[in-house]
């Protein structure tokens, strides 16, 4: 049987013809002046609104010893240029995020990303309280590596945060005070840790707690569980660390309580309206060169970034793409990144600019030491018990 019954009813009244279309109604165009007004919209859209996104462009690389003051009997003019790295930082807005999206230099992240529980209005308070903290970090440790006595003062070592599943877990909180572990005060957040650093995983420790609510202090046991200890030093080449032996930790944050560092003389850091602790490496490089003729830089110009902590240790930063690009501009032939981050930052690096991981102040030390710095002005490393 034919298919053809299938077709025939759409085919009434024979062959297909040719006759013209009737004519459309014309259509109602929309006034000049309403298109005008819908384009403007767009464009205010486009070009003024904010987008809950961030992106992170590269900002500059720019030398740090303008920045630094200490006495002038001990000032040593460097030959070198120590450079600090930064990112710019801004909203999204319409249009921008394509440009944005397809440039490589360029980070586009979500605004949480960014703020987290930090209010938008307050991000630059936070960035600028961070920097401020960087700066003391970035004093004490460069000071301490040029063998002066920088002691922490204060009224006990304040808890800031209980890490889940630790010893100190339900048993200790935040806002808590710690005024002596195994009978010695702790009259700071680094009096504590010393102590229980120089235990072994597993000892038992008696803490003095001032429970800071008006009710009576008390004295507790815990035993001491084990972690990792931080890196002394990252292989060239590859994003690993050097493993040290697991120490002791309560699992405690801690914070000196009116605490404030005793120096041996005033040093001074402009932040130069940076804000955020990532310059802190930088500039404890940029100290001991205003204090001594290492000239670390050999000369020539050292990028760096990685945040600071005073017993030396360098911490990741964010934004290591950005600063790379950053850094590219310049006449630095050498960048220090922290050793997680150096992936990335060889990544966008080029074939002019050699990126080096360091883990600690002694680790990029040594590094600059590598490269040409005068060691020797520099008193021999203190060596630093791990528990």
């Avoid at 074939?351 to 040594?366: E, G, M, N």
Wanted: proline content about 7%; overall charge positive; aromatic content about 4%.
């Amino acid at each position: 049987m034919s298919d053809l019954g299938t077709v025939e009813p759409m085919l009434q009244g024979g062959p297909l013809g040719w006759d013209p279309l009737p004519a459309r109604r014309g259509r109602r165009r929309l006034p000049w002046f309403l298109a005008a007004f819908v384009l403007a919209v767009a464009l205010v859209v486009g070009t003024r609104v904010n987008l809950p996104y961030y992106a992170i462009s590269p900002g500059e690389a720019r030398q740090v010893d303008d920045l630094i003051k200490v006495p002038g009997d001990k000032a040593v003019t460097p030959h070198g240029r120590i450079l600090l790295t930064t990112v710019a930082l801004g909203q999204v807005r319409g249009f921008e995020i394509l440009a944005d999206w397809l440039n490589r230099d360029v980070s586009v992240v979500p605004e949480k990303q960014i703020l987290g529980t930090t209010p938008r209005g307050q991000l630059r308070q936070q960035n600028v309280q961070e920097m401020d903290e960087s700066k003391e970090a970035a004093v004490v440790a460069a000071l301490r590596r040029l063998g002066y006595n920088v002691p922490q003062r204060g009224a006990g070592a304040l808890i800031s945060f209980v890490q889940d599943g630790s010893p100190a877990a339900g048993r200790l909180k935040v806002g808590q005070v710690i005024t002596a572990v195994d009978g010695k005060p702790t009259t700071s957040s680094e009096d504590a840790v010393s102590v229980i650093r120089s235990h072994r995983p597993g000892d038992t420790v008696t803490v003095q707690v001032d429970p800071a609510d008006g009710s009576a202090v008390r004295t507790e046991p815990f035993t001491l569980g084990a972690r990792d200890a931080p890196p002394t030093s990252c292989p060239q080449g590859s994003a690993g660390v050097t493993r040290l032996s697991p120490r002791a930790f309560l699992g405690v944050s801690l914070a000196t309580r009116n605490g404030h560092y005793a120096l041996p003389f005033p040093v001074t850091i402009d932040s130069a309206g940076i804000g955020g602790p990532s310059a802190g490496l930088a500039f404890s490089l940029g100290v001991i060169d205003e204090l001594t003729r290492a000239d670390l830089a050999g000369g020539g110009s050292v990028a760096v970034t990685g945040t600071i902590q005073p017993d030396g240790v360098v911490g990741e930063v964010g934004g290591v793409v950005q600063k790379t690009a950053a850094v590219r501009r310049t006449a630095a032939r050498t960048f220090l990144v922290p050793c997680g981050e150096y992936k990335q930052a060889q990544a966008h690096a080029g074939s002019h600019l050699r990126v080096i991981p360091v883990a600690t102040l002694d680790d990029a030390l040594v590094t600059l030491g590598h490269l040409g710095a005068n060691l020797a002005a520099l008193p021999p490393a203190a060596r630093t018990a791990q528990g």
